[in-house]
């Protein structure tokens, strides 16, 4: 395949929504002979790059994997390092977020989390809320599983009778209730499975895996992969023709 070069031809059918997967920090770190925490903060770089090109690419939505309920099970220092890299991004980079007009919302369970980073990411998504060029889902203590869970409950406090609960009910009760599901989930670091991220949501995504570990995920690769999409030809479980 030919190296794309610094000339990105316009998108034909950019994919709306965008989830991604961002694997790979941690191997990323061990190659280059650099700490985990540098993994991680090398890949939140990439994601700022990335942010940028979704805007140029067309694309409406972003919803980055960037901590799981899994991801409790690692080592205090990790979780500690991850939980100060978020926060700093608040601190130092939400106005120039702005400025280019993300909004930024959360998907996941803010109880956990320390009060002070709670209130921060809070402030953050109040701050942006007026912001239109592209809406960023930061999935921080989230799990799919987790997620519908707490939707039936919900449910069930509500008292809605059985008879009246449909797929498009539930999904008001999801997270990402009022948004499109997402057309593309992009993984990188080759690993093939979905690792409980917006299970109820991607029933109809398209999936695209990549070998290369996220901090090296660039430009060119990320329109690689949007391009791959306009290709498919998604049917949505019906038969062409």
């Known amino acids: 395949?030919?190296?794309l070069t610094d000339s990105f031809p316009l998108l034909e059918y950019?994919?709306?929504?965008?989830?991604?997967?961002?694997d790979g920090n941690g191997r990323w770190a061990e190659a280059n002979g650099k700490s985990r925490y540098q993994g991680h903060q090398?890949?939140?770089?990439?994601?700022?790059?990335?942010?940028?090109d979704s805007i140029e690419f067309g694309v409406k939505m972003i919803t980055a994997y960037a901590f799981s309920?899994?991801?409790?099970?690692?080592?205090?220092?990790e979780i500690k390092g991850l939980m100060k890299i978020l926060e700093r991004v608040i601190d130092n980079r939400l106005v120039e977020l702005s400025r280019k007009g993300v909004?930024?919302?959360?998907?996941?369970?803010?109880?956990?989390?320390?009060?002070?980073?709670?209130?921060?990411?809070?402030?953050?998504?109040?701050?942006?809320r007026h912001n239109e060029k592209l809406i960023l889902n930061v999935a921080f203590n989230y799990g799919g599983r987790s997620e519908?869970?707490?939707?039936?409950?919900?449910?069930?406090?509500?008292?809605?009778?059985p008879e009246q609960i449909t797929e498009e009910l539930l999904s008001r009760y999801m997270y990402t209730a009022g948004s499109p599901d997402p057309d593309l989930i992009i993984r990188t670091s080759g690993e093939f499975r979905t690792s409980n991220f917006l299970i109820w949501q991607a029933a109809y995504a398209e999936y695209y895996v990549t070998p290369t570990y996220w901090p090296d995920f660039n430009k060119t690769e990320y329109y690689r992969a949007l391009s791959e999409f306009g290709k498919r030809d998604r049917r949505y479980g019906g038969r062409k023709g």
Request: no cysteine.
């Open 148 to 161: 519908i869970v707490q939707a039936v409950q919900r449910v069930i406090q509500d008292k809605i009778p």
């Open 69 to 77: 309920t899994e991801n409790w099970r690692r080592s205090t220092i």
């Open 42 to 52: 090398a890949g939140t770089d990439n994601l700022e790059r990335l942010l940028d």
């Open 103 to 128: 909004q930024l919302r959360h998907l996941g369970d803010l109880e956990k989390l320390e009060s002070t980073l709670r209130k921060k990411i809070l402030q953050g998504i109040e701050s942006t």
């Open 1 to 3: 395949m030919n190296e």
């Open 14 to 22: 950019p994919p709306q929504h965008v989830g991604i997967i961002m």
